[in-house]
C-alpha cells in the first residue's frame, strides 16, 4: 500500500466516526461549535498519534479517550451551559424584557444530521434522539465532568463499567459509584422531555401543520389551541422566558408582532421538529433569517417553543439559505 493509500485509508476510519464523537461531544459541551472543535481536535491528535495506536483497544474507544480527555480539558474552564429556565422563573408579560446574555451563557441547538448516527436497532436510534433533547443535554450540565462522561458512555452508549473504567484510567468501582451519584442528581432535577415518534406518526404531524398554519398566519386564536397550558417560550440570547399560552401569544401580539407574516420551513434538530423562522425582509420582498425554532410536543400539544436568534451562526450551521424569496414559499 502506498504511502498516499495508506494516508487516505487512516483519513477514512477516523472521519467515519465524526458524526457519533460529535454527538458525544456535544453532549458533554452543550454547545454544537465548541463540539465541532472538541471533534476536529480529536481526529487531529489521533492522526499525529495513529503510528502509536497498538490495537490494544478497539479505534472506535482509542478515539473516545482522546475526545473525553479533550472535553475534560474544555470543562475545566468551568462554564456551564443553560437554558433560560435554568436561570430564572418565568418573566409575565407585563414585566417581560428582552436582556441579552453572552453566547457561552447558553446551551446550543445542534442538527440531527451532525450527532444522530445511522443505526439499524430501533431501539438504539430512539436512546441516541432522547440523548440529545434540549432538556436532557441542559441536565447532564449539572454533573461534574467525570460524572457526566461515565452517564453518556455507560446509560447512552452502553459501554460496560470495565470499558469505561479503562477508558478513564479508574476502578470499575469508582464508575459504578460515579453513575450511581449522577442518576440520583438527575433525579432530583425536573426533566420533561419532548415525546415525539421517529419517523413522526399521523397525529404529530397534523399537529405541526397546524401549528405551521396557526404561526403563519398569525392567528393567535388557533395558536393558543396548540399550546400546552403550560408550554415555555425561550429566546436566547436573551434571558426572558415564558410560560402559558396567554403571556405567549400576548408577546407575539406586542414586543414580537413583527413576526407576523413569517414563514417557517421545515428542518430538525436536538431529536425533535425544528424551524427555520423567517421574517418579511424590511428591505423588500421576501424573507430573511430570524431563528431556529426547536419544538417540544407532549400528548397532542406543543408544549416547548425555544427560538434561537443568532442566525448568522445557527443558519449556516443548519444549512439554510440567508435569505427566502417571495415567490419561493
Given at each position: ?50 503510528e502509536k495506536f497498538e490495537g490494544r483497544s478497539s479505534l472506535r474507544s482509542w478515539l473516545y479517550r482522546i475526545a473525553t480527555n479533550v472535553c475534560l480539558d474544555m470543562l475545566n474552564a468551568g462554564n456551564k451551559r443553560a437554558r433560560p429556565v435554568d436561570l430564572t422563573g418565568p418573566t409575565p408579560l407585563a414585566r417581560a424584557a428582552l436582556n441579552p446574555l453572552p453566547e457561552n451563557t447558553w446551551l ?222
Open positions: 500500500m502506498s504511502d498516499q493509500t495508506a494516508t487516505a485509508d487512516i483519513e477514512s476510519r477516523l472521519e467515519g466516526h465524526r458524526v457519533e464523537l460529535t454527538g458525544y461531544c456535544y453532549r458533554m459541551l452543550g454547545s454544537a461549535f465548541e463540539a465541532e472543535d472538541a471533534v476536529q481536535d480529536t481526529l487531529v491528535r489521533a492522526w499525529r498519534n495513529f446550543e441547538p445542534m442538527p440531527d444530521g451532525r450527532i444522530l448516527p445511522s443505526v439499524a436497532d430501533p431501539a438504539e436510534a430512539a436512546v441516541a434522539r432522547e440523548s440529545v433533547r434540549l432538556a436532557f443535554v441542559a441536565a447532564l450540565q449539572h454533573l461534574p465532568p467525570k460524572q457526566r462522561a461515565v452517564l453518556i458512555l455507560r446509560e447512552v452508549l452502553a459501554w460496560k463499567a470495565s470499558e469505561v473504567a479503562e477508558l478513564l484510567e479508574t476502578s470499575v468501582a469508582s464508575v459504578n459509584s460515579a453513575l450511581q451519584r449522577a442518576r440520583a442528581t438527575l433525579a432530583d432535577r425536573e426533566n420533561p422531555t419532548a415525546v415525539t415518534a421517529d419517523p413522526l406518526d399521523e397525529e404529530q404531524r397534523k399537529l405541526l401543520d397546524r401549528y405551521v398554519a396557526a404561526f403563519e398566519g398569525y392567528d393567535m386564536a388557533a395558536l393558543t389551541a396548540l399550546l400546552h397550558e403550560d408550554a415555555v417560550m425561550t429566546m436566547p440570547p436573551f434571558d426572558l422566558w415564558l410560560q402559558g399560552h396567554a403571556d405567549i401569544t400576548g408577546f407575539m401580539r406586542t414586543i414580537g408582532a413583527s413576526c407576523e407574516g413569517s414563514r417557517l420551513v421545515a428542518t430538525a434538530a436536538n431529536g425533535t421538529p425544528a424551524f427555520a423562522h423567517y421574517k418579511p425582509d424590511p428591505d423588500g420582498p421576501g424573507f430573511v433569517p430570524w431563528a431556529v425554532q426547536v419544538i417540544d410536543i407532549s400528548e397532542g400539544s406543543v408544549t416547548g417553543m425555544h427560538c434561537f436568534l443568532d442566525t448568522p451562526r445557527w443558519f449556516p450551521l443548519f444549512g439554510l439559505p440567508d435569505h427566502l424569496d417571495a415567490d419561493a414559499v
